[in-house]
């Protein structure tokens, strides 16, 4: 059961890319929506509060996986945030060091995830 999560920044969110993807939604690729996955719809579920029609790599990378693997479930995860550094800051970070920040969202993802 592949289980891929991806993380970052505004090229994890999808920033611009809010248009149609060229991706076909199937059921074999889920993705994780806050409390249980569901088949992946760009522009629909891979988005965030601030961008919800927005879509990322996960399109791409999901794409190239159907074309690879002819059966099997895909189970994807997203967790992003545009105009975060890595190094802690006064914002929002990457930082493990940094409480509560996107570190550790990615990492409560990630668990809830399994």
Do not use: C, H
Not at 21 to 30: D, G, H, I, L, S
Not at 62 to 82: C, E, F, Q
Request: aromatic residues 12%; charged residues 15%.
């Amino acid at each position: 059961m592949p289980l891929v999560l991806f993380a970052g920044q505004s090229n994890a969110l999808g920033f611009g890319n809010t248009g149609p993807a060229p991706y076909t939604p199937t059921w074999r690729v889920q993705i994780w929506t806050g409390s249980t996955f569901n088949y992946m719809d760009p522009g629909v579920n891979t988005g965030t509060a601030a961008n919800p029609t927005a879509w990322g790599p996960e399109v791409g990378f999901a794409r190239d996986w159907l074309a690879a693997n002819p059966s099997g479930i895909l189970y994807l995860g997203k967790v992003a945030k545009g105009e975060t550094g890595l190094p802690p800051s006064a914002g929002l970070d990457w930082s493990p060091a940094s409480e509560g920040e996107m570190f550790d969202r990615a990492e409560a993802v990630a668990r809830a995830m399994r």
